[in-house]
């Protein structure tokens, strides 16, 4: 007569077959690890080249109702003016919050997460940075093509420019009609949200809601972040998105809207 199967010992492991059971795990968590964390890094891409089609979506929308007019630079050097594109300044007393920023309001149901990376994780930096002005920190990871005007005034593109001197308001507009193959400008980059090495090439960070681009192929300006294994996430004129390196962003072939 059998014995039955639940009335059987069972012999308990050796250590030996417990520290080979556990080898085992370790290794397959060895190679599962980088796998998932790939995927994570995807997923975050994913959700930042989301955000960017929202934002130049919100852009084409904005210019189609201001008389084909892009909005303004958004910088610390020009101040803040009511037509900038993105309102980002901390002090909550004296300028007005995120949520009425003019490219906002034109996409309904856009939130302050879609103006930041999953992968821009980290405020120390820009934090800890002197601005030498009341107007805080750039808490965003995207920023608007704006050379400002050069030394005759005329405006380089892409960004309007509202400039207050002497008293008086300048108001020196760009037109979307202007920008010359669009498919291939930049119109909204993604910069450096720290210094970190796999997120800034050369140190620097993001500091206001313009991005001045360098010239040629030298990172002589604002360079694109890293973040996404070396590129960017950036939106061209045209409105499409595409990952993009900082020689890419600093060459003058893809930054100058007006050539």
């Known amino acids: 007569m059998k014995t039955p199967v639940w009335k059987m010992d069972l012999t308990a492991f050796t250590l030996l077959e417990l520290l080979v059971v556990i080898a085992i795990i370790a290794i397959l968590a060895a190679l599962l690890l980088p796998v998932l964390s790939a995927a994570k890094k995807r997923a975050a891409q ?13 852009m084409q929308m904005y210019v189609q109702d201001n008389g084909d007019t892009f909005p303004g630079i958004a910088s610390r050097m020009y101040g803040y003016h009511p037509e900038d594109w993105i309102y980002w300044r901390t ?19 856009m939130k302050k997460p879609s103006l930041r990376c999953p992968l821009d994780i980290s ?4 934090l800890a940075f002197n601005y030498g002005d009341s107007f805080g920190p750039y808490l ?9 005007l ?3 005034g ?9 400039s207050t001197s002497g008293g008086g308001t300048n108001k020196v507009l760009f037109k ?4 010359r193959n669009p498919s291939q400008k930049i119109m909204l980059a993604e910069e450096p949200g720290s210094a970190a090495g796999w997120d800034s090439p050369d140190g620097s960070i993001i500091n206001d809601g313009r991005w001045v681009p360098g010239s040629g192929t030298g990172l002589n300006g604002d360079p694109l ?7 960017a996430d950036v939106t061209f004129a045209d409105g499409h998105v595409e990952a993009e390196t900082p020689e890419f962003g600093a060459d003058a072939n893809n930054n100058r809207a007006s050539q």
């Not at 405020?123 to 820009?126: E, F």
């Open 46 to 58: 994913s959700a930042c080249i989301n955000n960017q089609k929202q934002l130049g979506l919100g």
């Open 91 to 109: 002090n909550a007393a004296l300028y007005p919050s995120f949520e009425q920023s003019p490219i906002l309001t034109s996409v309904p149901g």
């Open 123 to 126: 405020d120390a930096d820009r």
């Open 140 to 148: 965003f990871s995207y920023s608007f093509n704006g050379f400002g």
């Open 150 to 152: 050069d030394g005759n």
């Open 154 to 162: 005329h405006d380089l593109g892409m960004s309007s420019v509202v």
């Open 176 to 179: 979307a009609g202007a920008v």
């Open 225 to 231: 972040t890293i973040r996404h294994g070396g590129k």
